[in-house]
């Protein structure tokens, strides 16, 4: 059977290689865009994180639902999520034997991913789910506007607009969030 786009979806959820290869070579490149992007610092660790990403979407393609995003994008997102999981395993389990030699890629911070994990979820706890999502799409995993404006099948401007009154929120509850901190008693 000819694998095209009208049917890889299909032949996917039926353990077809065939349909595999296909997204290989029709979404390989985006793929391994996507994960070079986040993985720029580790490009020895970025062709097995594209091996795993595409064993995810082998293993996973039954979660895919069409009617909710289109192919591309789901596998987009996984790709991303694969490579960010990644970065957490290398940042997590890389040794460092004097504080000198520790690198630290720009953007981040040397924080605990779990206490900054909390203290993000506490700071967006006070928005709505919508907002909430919104901002940990944004926020938490990097993406573009276009992207949240794309998956949340909402205008750019509205989005600006949430993400603005989100900040306000945030702004005006964190005297109380930081209570109990030591910062404003």
């Known amino acids: 059977m000819k694998i095209t786009e009208k049917n890889f979806i299909e032949q996917l959820k039926q ?4 349909a595999l290869e296909y997204v290989v070579q029709n979404y390989g490149g985006t793929l391994k865009a996507v994960i070079n992007r986040i993985l720029y610092l580790y490009p020895q660790d970025a062709e097995e994180c594209l091996y795993d990403c ?10 895919y639902d069409e009617k909710a995003t289109s192919f591309r994008n789901w596998a987009v997102s996984v790709a ?7 970065l957490r395993k290398i940042n997590c389990t890389e040794p460092a034997d004097n504080i000198d030699d520790l690198q630290i890629p720009s953007g981040q911070d040397i924080t605990d991913d779990k206490l900054f994990n909390d203290f993000f979820m506490e700071l967006i706890s006070g928005l709505n789910d919508e907002d909430k999502l919104i901002f940990t799409q944004l926020f938490w995993y990097g993406e573009t506007m276009d992207e949240v404006a794309q998956r949340t099948e909402r205008s750019k401007a509205v989005i600006y607009n949430r993400v603005s009154r989100g900040k306000k929120k945030i702004i005006h509850s964190l005297p109380n969030l930081l209570k109990g901190r030591g910062r404003y008693e």
């Open 80 to 86: 991303k999520f694969t490579a960010i999981d990644r």
């Open 15 to 18: 353990q077809n290689e065939d």
């Open 54 to 63: 595409i064993m995810k979407i082998w293993t996973k393609i039954s979660l």
